[in-house]
Every structure is written in C-alpha cells, then in structure tokens.
C-alpha cells in the first residue's frame, strides 16, 4: 500500500515525533550559529593572508558580510519551511481524513469524483520529495560549513529549493499518471525522492517532454558564458550566481575583495578567472585562438612587453587580424585596473611573499599592543 511508511510513523510516541521534526528543522539554526560562532574567525584570516599575499590594503572585513542581522531572516526562513514540512511528515495520518478533493493534490483530476488514490499518491510525493531536498540541502550546507563559506544566502537558497523540489515532484508525479508502464503503486516514493535531490534535471527533462513547445536554455553556447572560462565546473558556476555573477562580463567587472570575502576561492583561482574574463570580453569568438598559443588571460598579453612584430606574429599564427590583436593589447596596457590586477597575479606568484597565520595572528597581536 502507497502510504504504509506514512502510516507506520502512527507507532511513535509524540516525544519521538517532536524529536524528529527538532532534529530536522534545528539543522539550519544549529549549522549557522556553528559558522558564526566557530568558522567566521578562520574565514576572516584566509581573506587577511590573501590581502597580504596580493599586497593589497582594503577597509572590508568578514564580519561586514557574515553578521548576526544578515543571518536571522534567511535562516528563520528555512527553518519554518522545515518545521512545517517534518511536521506535515510525521502527523500525516492524524489529518489524512480531513483533507478533501484539492487543485493542488488533485491537479487534472480535480473534481472529477473520487480522487482519494490521486491524494493519496501526491502525499507520499510531498513527503519523500522534501527529505530528498533537504538532505541534498544539509549536504551542502555541511560541505559550506567545513569550506567556512556559509553564507546567509545558502539558507534562502535551501527553502527555495525545498518548495521547488516539492512542485516539481508534484508535477511530475502527474505527468507519470498519464504513463502506463512505470509501476507508480511501489515507484513513487523513490522517485519523488530523486526529485527531490535533483529538481533541476527533472525540469529538464519535462521541456524534453515538451521539446515542441518550449525551447532548453541554450545560455551555455554564449559568447561570455561562465563555461568559456577554463576551470569553471558547474558548481563553481552555480557558487558565482550566488553573489551575481552570470556571465563573464559580471565576473570581468567584480570586485576582488568582495569575492574573496563571499566566496570560498582563493586569490590565485579568482585572479585567473578574472583575468581570463577580461580577456573573453574583449576576444569573444576568437578567445580560442589565443588560448591555442598559450594566451589564455590578459596577464599572458602583458608578459614580456609584446612588440609589434611580437603581435603581428602571434596573429599570423592563430589567424586574427592584427589590428584587432593590437587594440586589445593596447587597451589593456591603458586599463589602470588591469595594471593593478596584473601586480596582484605577479605578487600571489613570488613565493617571497607567501603568507603564513601566523604572521597575520602576530600582526594582529602588534595592532592590539599598539
């Protein structure tokens, strides 16, 4: 029977149930006040040693970004979403017989009779789809949490998912109706479960489903998109969009020290990437070629003091015309921020200026006394 793990859950004592909805719905406000608590110092002096290894002086401090106030709303948002969806889980058939035909639980069968089965089916769906969620969502939070790179988005991001995850699977469980040969009756709450963890690839494959009609995002193929970028995984993609970035232009034009601040990346990784997408948005189509002769940022073009000559050859080489070449170059050698970025990347590279803890608690130490 569809719902015998539900109705199992009848067994348990209220001091059982309420145990596992604190369990649950706890994990958001435990996992921030941890971060706040223990992490935050540690993220402030990995931003402390990349100042000091790039030679930068910036006013920006972690604890601007990772306050208490910028925490309390998206944490209490997610932490009402999992109060309320456990709660629904583990009382589920103590209001069951109360629940009547619905447009939501229903969807296309709605009015049409007896729908108990449909109800029935799209109960086990919510449920199993919001564990499914949220364990993927606690995963990520826990892997955020031992990064020190829990930020006050990631909880609005977990509720967010929780609900799409819920009507997605919701969906889909009718789409499925419609298909005689899945076996729904013990396959249901295994795929809800998967949705859960993964709402995306089932909308994905729904617009397959409906390929006539809707069109996939094909932003992948853009001139400026984040995967022209070498080394952006989709997760370092997905981890960007967080604080804005979308495109290569948006990181081109990002501040460093906001990156540094509200991303996990070290200095190294962030100045590549932003050197490799100045680059992209000057050379779009044409990135490739150059990536083919070795220049793949806009550190490599300003390597050496490349001639005339130097440039007429590379562009004989890879097939761009010359005066295009030589714009670029010259455009960069005027761009006051590239020059600054370029002592960055050649700073973070010279092992004399390698920056150990200690050195920052000692400065620390000598602020204090002074």
């Known amino acids: 029977m569809i719902l015998n793990i539900l109705t199992n859950l009848s067994d348990l004592s209220i001091l059982s149930r309420g145990t596992i909805i ?40 972690v604890k601007d970004t990772y306050s208490f106030g910028n925490y309390f709303l998206p ?3 997610s932490f009402i979403i999992c109060l309320l969806a456990s709660g629904f889980f583990v009382f589920t058939e103590a209001f069951r017989d109360q629940i009547k035909d619905s447009l939501l639980l229903s ?12 109800i029935n089916q799209s109960l086990v769906v919510l449920a199993f789809s919001f564990f499914g969620s949220f364990i993927w969502s606690a995963q990520n939070i826990i892997r955020r949490l031992i990064a ?17 995850a819920c009507l997605v699977a ?26 859960g963890m993964f709402p995306q690839r089932i909308l994905s494959s729904m617009i397959n489903f409906y390929k006539d009609w809707l069109n996939p995002d094909r932003l992948n193929t ?4 984040l995967y022209k970028i070498e080394g952006m995984s989709l997760s370092h993609k997905e981890r960007l969009e967080e604080v804005g970035i979308d495109n290569a232009q948006n990181l081109a ?27 992209l948005c000057y050379a779009k189509q044409d990135i490739d070629k150059l990536r083919s002769v070795g220049i793949r940022s806009i550190y490599d073009l300003k390597k050496g003091n490349k001639s005339r000559v130097a440039l007429r050859e590379i562009s004989d080489a890879v097939g761009i015309t010359t005066p295009l070449l030589e714009v670029i170059t010259e455009q960069i050698e005027n761009d006051k921020g590239i020059n600054s970025l370029y002592r960055f990347h050649v700073n973070v590279d010279d092992p004399n200026k390698d920056v150990t803890f200690e050195d920052l608690k000692m400065d620390v130490q000598t602020e204090a006394v002074g």
Do not use: C
Not at 25 to 50: H, I, N, V, Y
């Open 22 to 61: 604190g369990i649950v719905a706890g994990f958001m406000p435990l996992t921030a006040m941890s971060f706040f608590w223990f992490m935050r110092q540690k993220k402030q002096l990995d931003f402390e040693k990349s100042l000091k290894e790039m030679g930068i002086s910036s006013s920006r401090r």
């Open 222 to 225: 853009d001139d400026l998109s």
């Open 107 to 118: 969807g296309a069968a709605y009015g049409g009779g007896d729908n108990d089965a449909v």
């Open 148 to 164: 020190y790179d829990l930020s006050p988005s990631v909880y609005y991001s977990a509720g967010v998912r929780i609900i799409l």
């Open 253 to 279: 034009t990002a501040s460093l020290t906001k990156l540094l601040i509200e991303t996990p990346y070290g200095s190294r990784q962030i100045l590549d990437w932003i050197g490799q997408a100045k680059l």
């Open 170 to 195: 919701l969906v889909f469980s009718f789409l499925l109706g419609k298909n005689s040969y899945f076996q729904l009756d013990t396959s249901i709450a295994v795929i809800a479960f998967l949705t």
């Open 75 to 77: 944490v209490l948002f």
